[in-house]
């Protein structure tokens, strides 16, 4: 018998990532975080985060405005997966991410559509 396994199928793969999703949306935690002692953002950090979210949102659309229709329904696919844990009820945050990402989605379409 061997002990060579088949590598995970990508939906195999996606579907590994979004179950760490409640671990920084997916990341594997190496090194404490900075904040790991739940110390409050300072205002500047407050506005520091903020900008970086507006930057990686435009640079996502960006990205998602050159990618294909199958890159586009992964992305939606990947915002209606998001729910709670069996026997837990949707949680605000988590209804409005998914919602955001889709409108991160059509954003790409529309501004593809726009730069033509």
């Not at 949306?25 to 985060?49: K, R």
């Not at 992964?74 to 709670?84: D, E, H, S």
């Amino acid at each position: 018998m061997s002990d060579i396994q088949d590598p995970p199928s990508p939906a195999e793969l996606r579907l590994r990532a979004l179950s760490r999703s409640d671990n920084e949306g997916g990341a594997i935690a190496t090194v404490p975080a900075p904040h790991s002692d739940h110390t409050p953002l300072s205002p500047a950090e407050f506005v520091q985060l903020r900008i970086r979210v507006i930057a990686l949102e435009n640079m996502l659309i960006a990205v998602l405005a050159e990618g294909s229709d199958r890159q586009h329904q992964v992305a939606r696919n990947m915002a209606t997966y998001i729910a709670p844990h069996p026997g837990f009820t949707h949680h605000p945050l988590t209804i409005e991410a998914g919602k955001h990402m889709t409108a991160l989605v059509d954003r790409a379409v529309h501004y593809r559509t726009i730069d033509s």
